[in-house]
């Protein structure tokens, strides 16, 4: 009896993960009433969690906070005037 023995040109392992250093870390501006700016760095997301506005790591994969997003900081909500997306090669701009 023969085994098949074709090569299909198929690489038999292919990696799924994202690559360690490919995606540049997220982060976001935080204007807060005092017209203070506070950078969160390494969040991917955010959400209010009763009078905090907490910030997250998302897993790997991950679109949505759930479970096994980390932590990253927690601001007052009341304190909060604007949250914004911060771009890694725009500067910070004064506030006020």
């Known amino acids: 009896q023969a085994l098949h023995s074709q090569v299909t040109g198929l ?5 799924t993960g ?3 250093y490919g995606a ?5 501006e935080v204007t807060l ?3 203070t700016v506070e950078l969160v ?9 009763g009078p905090m506005t907490t910030f997250f790591h998302l897993g790997d994969g ?13 601001v007052r909500t009341a304190d909060i005037l604007i949250v914004r997306r911060a771009d890694e ?4 701009r004064a506030v006020g």
């Open 89 to 92: 090669s725009a500067p910070l």
């Open 24 to 28: 540049r870390m997220a982060s976001y």
């Open 18 to 20: 994202i690559p360690s």
């Open 41 to 49: 760095v390494g969040a991917d997301a955010y959400q209010q969690e």
């Open 62 to 74: 991950r679109d949505v906070v759930d479970c096994w997003s980390q932590r990253v900081a927690s």
């Open 33 to 35: 009433r005092d017209k």
């Open 11 to 15: 690489s038999l392992f292919r990696r």
